[in-house]
């Protein structure tokens, strides 16, 4: 067998052929890729900055098919960098452009809308029913008073309503009820917190005080290690109040006595003249309120605050109610918390001094005027007769006002308060701020 030698210059022309052949082909197939692609440099500098995102932080081998799938790869949107033209992404970023995104350019959600209270996270647009538990009484028998909260569905300030802080005070209670229900959360911007019960023992007993005989409005802001009145005070002061933006207290009078609708306000604080200016048609009158009462404890914490003082306690009166719902839906007007409902009526006097008129014999009160009427001095405003003896007595105004404050017919003793009257003047000399007088405006 012989064998037969390839000749090397014959070899050497066929590598040189072979070499040219698929140097020609690579050439045309990159004229034709590029044809297709038509990627411009803006193109060409996004993709380059979406791969220095996107790269991983280890090299990785090069794949086989690297050259067939960059075609396609240019032609994708870069998703993991879109962003609208309002500067929100539309997706969410793990790079240095999201890292690099102010916060107030990321979406905003529910969850920074949410309520947290008495340790319950309420979302937005949502009205709920809640307890507040004071938690200082027998074991077993824990009192606890509800809590109607309406989260609006946008963010704005918080009201907070309370009533029968006084167990024995009705009125109050039923203010808020048919104003809570009338509330729309999904139009509400803000909230409305209302505790229509807040003196839950006094309620069950129709006392106004609480099962320790104290009075629960001269305790706040309250002391957890004090006694049974203020630890109550101040576990509601800071579970609720610490919440409101602006407070409405809502009273009624005393020991059978009666209150004319009116407001009691610290008109020498501005924000709380402004908060007050917001009920529209009613009788305000200064007071700084007495230490230890609700309202005056949380003017002192930050918290504008007022007093609403509607007829008597234990009786429902429907016109006193109603004008109470009504100031407070023209609150919530005014502090662009609700559509559009302001129910305005006709200008109220505005008085920066009011004194209750008290009777020096005992006996059985016969009232002759009536709540809202103007006395001039020394007009006779009822009578005091002794039912033994069959002696009477004229009561007189001491000095010309309006009628704010009234007893009912009743038996009294001396010193007893039976006409509050409040004193109108053009311009009455503000004096310092002071923790008020308790007999002259009991709340």
């Known amino acids: 067998m012989k064998l037969r030698f390839l000749d090397t210059t014959h070899i050497s022309r066929l590598n040189i052929t072979w070499r040219a052949a698929l140097l020609l082909t690579l050439i045309v197939a990159s004229d034709i890729l590029a044809s297709e692609t038509e990627i411009d440099q803006e193109e060409l500098q996004q993709t380059h900055e979406s791969l220095l995102v996107e ?20 032609k994708q949107p870069i998703r993991s960098e879109s962003v609208s033209q309002s500067g929100m992404n539309n997706t969410t970023q793990k790079g240095p452009i999201a890292q690099s995104l102010p916060q107030s350019a990321l979406p905003q959600s529910d969850e920074q809308f949410a309520l947290k209270i008495l340790g319950t996270e309420i ?9 507040w538990r004071p938690g200082h009484s027998l074991e077993g028998l824990a009192s606890q008073a509800p809590v109607l909260i309406v989260h609006g569905k946008k963010p704005g300030p918080k009201l907070c309503i309370t009533a029968a802080v006084h167990g024995d005070e009705l009125n109050g209670i039923e203010v808020v009820r048919r104003l809570v229900y009338s509330l729309k959360a999904e139009e509400l911007q803000g909230t409305v917190i209302a505790v229509p019960i807040v003196n839950i023992q006094g309620f069950h007993r129709n006392s106004r005080y609480l099962v320790d005989r104290r009075d629960l409005n001269r305790y706040f802001p309250g002391n957890e290690n004090g006694s049974l009145a203020s630890r109550i005070a101040g576990s509601f002061f800071e579970q609720v109040i610490n919440h409101c933006t602006f407070l409405v207290d809502v009273h009624t009078g005393s020991f059978y006595r009666s209150n004319l609708p009116q407001l009691r306000a610290d008109l020498q604080d ?23 009462t609700l309202r005056h404890a949380a003017v002192n914490s930050g918290v504008p605050a007022v007093t609403l003082e509607l007829g008597g306690p234990m009786i429902l009166e429907e016109a006193a109610v109603d004008q109470g719902v009504k100031g407070i839906i023209n609150l919530l007007d ?9 129910l305005w009526g006709s200008p109220k006097p505005l008085y920066y001094e009011s004194r209750w008129v ?15 009427d103007t006395v001039k001095k020394n007009q006779v405003m009822g009578t005091i007769t002794n039912p033994i003896t069959n002696q009477r ?13 009234l007893a009912h017919n009743q038996v009294v003793y001396p010193g007893f308060g039976s006409v509050h009257l409040a004193i109108e003047a053009d311009k009455v000399p503000l004096p310092k701020k002071s923790a008020g007088k308790v007999e002259d405006q009991e709340e």
Do not use: Y
């Open 123 to 131: 979302p937005p647009g949502t009205f709920t029913r809640l307890a």
């Open 393 to 405: 007595f004229i009561l007189k105004a001491p000095f010309a006002g309006q009628v704010v404050g």
């Open 270 to 292: 501005s924000e709380v003249l402004k908060l007050a200016e917001g009920f529209g048609s009613i009788v305000v009158i200064h007071s700084s309120g007495a230490q230890g």
């Open 55 to 74: 790269a991983p932080l280890t090299p990785s081998k090069p794949s086989i098919n690297a050259a067939n799938n960059k075609s396609n790869t240019l």
């Open 334 to 342: 005014q502090l662009k918390m609700s559509p559009n409902k302001s």
């Open 358 to 372: 008290r009777v020096d014999k005992g006996g059985i009160f016969f009232s002759r005027i009536e709540l809202g």
